[in-house]
């Protein structure tokens, strides 16, 4: 009995040299592969200052006008759709790693933050987007008089 070429392949993985495995799969791989089918999930960075909390998304190569960020109560939605560039027929993909698809990202805000859109900035650049979140100023201690009876 002979073997799918797809199991054959498996079972030769394991005995073969990992850098011949990576040029076969460079070269012989079609153009759509896991990563390319997996959904999109940009990375994220959230720091804090004295003033303000940033959050902080990697969306390479898309535009201002695919994202969208919201304030629903104390959550920060940023979603979005990386598009794929169309293939042309002077381009032929042998490999495809870049993950496509939509997005959406939730981020729980501290108490300590005005989750008002007044208290958000949005900047996109370079294909980084950047959220400020401003704090609530901080009120000073207030004494209160303890009066007797």
């Known amino acids: 009995m002979r ?21 076969r799969e460079m070269f012989e791989g079609d153009a759509t592969n896991e990563a390319a089918e997996a959904r999109f999930l940009p990375v994220a960075n959230v720091a804090e ?11 390479p190569g898309m535009d201002e006008k695919e994202i969208d960020v919201r304030l629903h109560g104390t959550q ?8 794929h560039e169309q293939t042309t027929k002077e ?13 959406e990202r939730r981020f729980e805000l501290p ?3 005005r989750a008002e859109p ?11 987007l950047e959220i400020h979140v401003q704090k609530r100023e901080a009120k ?3 004494r209160i008089p303890v009066r007797g009876e």
């Open 3 to 23: 073997l799918p070429t797809l199991l054959r392949r498996r079972r030769t993985d394991l005995v073969q040299d990992p850098f011949e495995r990576w040029m």
């Open 49 to 59: 200052t004295d003033k303000e909390w940033l959050v902080t998304l990697e969306l």
């Open 76 to 83: 920060l939605v940023v979603s979005g759709e990386r598009k």
């Open 91 to 103: 381009k032929q993909y042998h490999r495809i790693e870049t993950s496509y698809g939509m997005f």
């Open 111 to 113: 108490p300590e933050v």
């Open 118 to 128: 007044d208290a958000v900035r949005a900047t996109f650049h370079k294909g980084l």
């Open 140 to 142: 000073p201690m207030a």
